[in-house]
């Protein structure tokens, strides 16, 4: 069996032996190459399976080797050498296409994950990405090329987009295309845990570091070394934290809380946020160094109204999912309910074409979901409450909630429709059949919605 080879490109001979003698150990063939013209010979001969550059070279700049292999070998992984603190030219490798990059003086330990991870690039099978990611406009066909080119990077990936939209699916995805598959996906919503808790739920203590530290923990990233770190809502890190986040991202190690030492960590960082991060920077809120460190890569999800063709599909497979624990038919839209979707504007995206769909099987009879199961008209008058519509004026009159959501849409729909079906059940005298016609819907339904709200009389 062919063993791999390592395409060294520098111009340090004292450097060129101690990497060929580390890889050599690592049953790695080399070969060497100290100029730009070198390298580009070498490749002309044969395609290794990783090249290795410095950034400054003789007759060039490394980064000119690194646009090039990714026009004339894109599947060749390559990563950067920089000096020691030079982040912006890690940044640049790493949006020239760079697999990733490490700092001089090479630490050997981490130049070995380095390269262990690179050779795996080609040798992990691509994840078929419509079995989560369903979708065939050509918005979602850009998405999955972008997960699929971003999965052989190392580079840090900013997902963001509205709530609802699938942001951490899309991050699972990049991680299970890529080489750290077979290592860990975590995932945590920075605005869900206390801001007290965030630094130990990040990067551990030590015990007695703080009261309540009664054992050793370890943190997620060090939970997830290996593999992949989603820092969903990242907006919402407390700003102290994001001091350390970004050390921690520079320097590959954490330092727990009552911890003298850092620890190394092999983690690669995904964010996602609903949040405009930039505007976020520029008003204090989030440091612009963590900022600009995080957004290496930019990937954009698209809202669910803006792929309307795919509706149907995510609905189809939606249902098939909800059949399946069970081993049930799955249930099926008329084209009459398929139509009426695609026409809804999807404030709550994915999420909320869930609830629609769940709602729906919940309260029918037959195995064939129609317009008036969806309910999209009661659904409508609670969603426009913010546009102040005159049937949303009217079920609400007084009583309605405040016109803030802050931050959970579905928390506050609930509470709209509970003022809604609260003033008609009070309004009707209890009488429930007069209540569901009067806000156009089953008195089955009415019913569900008054158990599910919690609403007795």
Same mark, same amino acid.
């Given at each position: 069996?062919?063993?791999?080879?390592?395409?060294?490109?520098?111009?340090?001979?004292?450097?060129? &032996?101690?990497?060929?003698?580390?890889?050599?150990?690592?049953?790695?063939?080399?070969?060497?190459?100290?100029?730009?013209?070198?390298?580009?010979?070498?490749?002309?001969?044969? &395609?290794? =399976?990783?090249?290795?550059?410095?950034?400054?070279?003789?007759?060039?700049?490394?980064?000119?080797?690194?646009?090039?292999?990714?026009?004339?070998?894109?599947?060749?992984?390559?990563?950067?050498?920089?000096?020691?603190?030079?982040?912006?030219?890690?940044?640049?490798?790493?949006?020239?296409?760079? /697999?990733? /990059?490490?700092?001089?003086?090479?630490?050997?330990?981490?130049?070995?994950?380095?390269? &262990?991870?690179?050779?795996?690039?080609?040798?992990?099978? $691509?994840?078929?990405?419509?079995?989560?990611?369903?979708?065939?406009?050509?918005?979602?066909?850009?998405?999955?090329?972008?997960?699929?080119?971003?999965?052989?990077?190392?580079?840090?990936?900013?997902?963001?987009?509205?709530?609802?939209?699938?942001?951490?699916?899309?991050?699972?995805?990049?991680?299970?295309?890529?080489?750290?598959?077979?290592?860990?996906?975590?995932?945590?919503?920075?605005?869900?845990? #206390?801001?007290?808790?965030?630094?130990?739920?990040?990067?551990?203590?030590?015990?007695?570091?703080?009261?309540?530290?009664?054992?050793?923990?370890?943190?997620? /990233?060090? +939970?997830?070394?290996?593999?992949?770190?989603?820092?969903?809502?990242?907006?919402?890190? #407390?700003? #102290?934290?994001?001091?350390?986040?970004?050390?921690?991202?520079?320097?590959?190690?954490?330092?727990?809380?009552?911890?003298?030492?850092?620890?190394?960590?092999?983690?690669?960082?995904?964010? +996602?946020?609903?949040?405009?991060?930039?505007?976020?920077?520029?008003?204090?809120?989030?440091?612009?160094?963590?900022?600009?460190?995080?957004?290496?890569? $930019?990937?954009?999800?698209?809202?669910?109204?803006?792929?309307?063709?795919?509706?149907?599909?995510?609905?189809?497979?939606?249902?098939?999912?909800?059949?399946?624990?069970?081993?049930?038919? #799955?249930?099926?839209?008329?084209?009459?309910?398929?139509?009426?979707?695609?026409? =809804?504007?999807?404030?709550?995206?994915?999420?909320?074409?869930?609830?629609?769909?769940?709602?729906?099987?919940?309260?029918?009879?037959?195995?064939?979901?129609?317009?008036?199961?969806?309910?999209?008209?009661?659904? +409508?008058?609670?969603?426009?409450?913010?546009?102040?519509?005159?049937?949303?004026?009217? =079920?609400?009159?007084?009583?309605?909630?405040?016109?803030?959501?802050?931050?959970?849409?579905? +928390?506050?729909?609930?509470?709209?429709?509970?003022?809604?079906?609260?003033?008609?059940? =009070?309004?009707?005298?209890?009488?429930? &059949?007069?209540?569901?016609?009067?806000?156009?819907?089953?008195?089955?339904?009415?019913?569900?919605?008054?158990?599910?709200?919690?609403?007795?009389?």
């Amino acid at each position: 069996m062919t063993r791999p080879t390592v395409l060294i490109v520098d111009d340090e001979p004292d450097l060129l &032996t101690l990497l060929q003698m580390t890889f050599a150990r690592m049953d790695l063939d080399t070969e060497t190459a100290s100029t730009l013209v070198e390298a580009r010979q070498a490749l002309s001969r044969q &395609t290794p =399976h990783l090249c290795l550059t410095d950034m400054k070279l003789p007759d060039g700049n490394g980064l000119d080797l690194i646009a090039e292999i990714q026009q004339k070998y894109p599947d060749l992984p390559v990563a950067m050498m920089t000096a020691h603190g030079s982040v912006e030219s890690a940044i640049e490798a790493l949006k020239l296409g760079a /697999f990733d /990059f490490v700092s001089k003086p090479v630490a050997l330990d981490r130049l070995r994950d380095l390269v &262990t991870q690179a050779l795996k690039v080609n040798a992990v099978a $691509d994840v078929q990405t419509t079995e989560s990611l369903v979708g065939e406009t050509p918005v979602m066909a850009t998405l999955k090329r972008d997960i699929q080119r971003l999965a052989r990077s190392q580079a840090p990936v900013l997902i963001h987009g509205e709530s609802g939209v699938g942001k951490e699916v899309v991050a699972r995805l990049i991680h299970e295309s890529g080489p750290r598959a077979s290592g860990p996906f975590l995932a945590i919503n920075c605005g869900a845990i #206390p801001a007290e808790l965030v630094e130990s739920e990040l990067f551990g203590h030590r015990k007695g570091a703080f009261t309540g530290a009664i054992t050793d923990k370890p943190g997620l /990233f060090q +939970a997830a070394s290996g593999g992949t770190l989603l820092l969903d809502e990242i907006a919402d890190l #407390p700003l #102290p934290v994001q001091v350390k986040l970004l050390r921690a991202i520079q320097e590959k190690a954490v330092r727990p809380i009552g911890d003298q030492k850092e620890v190394p960590v092999d983690v690669r960082l995904i964010s +996602a946020t609903h949040k405009n991060l930039l505007e976020e920077a520029r008003s204090g809120r989030f440091r612009d160094d963590l900022y600009y460190r995080i957004n290496v890569i $930019d990937l954009m999800v698209p809202p669910l109204r803006n792929r309307r063709a795919d509706v149907p599909l995510i609905a189809t497979h939606i249902l098939q999912k909800m059949a399946q624990p069970a081993g049930d038919r #799955p249930l099926r839209l008329t084209d009459r309910a398929a139509a009426s979707l695609m026409q =809804h504007e999807f404030p709550g995206n994915v999420r909320e074409l869930e609830n629609i769909l769940a709602r729906a099987a919940a309260l029918l009879e037959g195995h064939v979901i129609d317009v008036d199961d969806l309910e999209l008209d009661t659904l +409508a008058v609670i969603t426009s409450v913010d546009d102040a519509s005159p049937v949303a004026s009217d =079920h609400l009159g007084s009583a309605a909630p405040s016109a803030d959501a802050n931050g959970d849409l579905d +928390a506050y729909l609930a509470a709209i429709e509970k003022t809604i079906i609260e003033k008609a059940i =009070h309004t009707h005298r209890w009488n429930r &059949t007069a209540a569901a016609k009067s806000l156009g819907i089953t008195l089955r339904s009415l019913r569900y919605r008054l158990k599910k709200l919690g609403i007795e009389d």
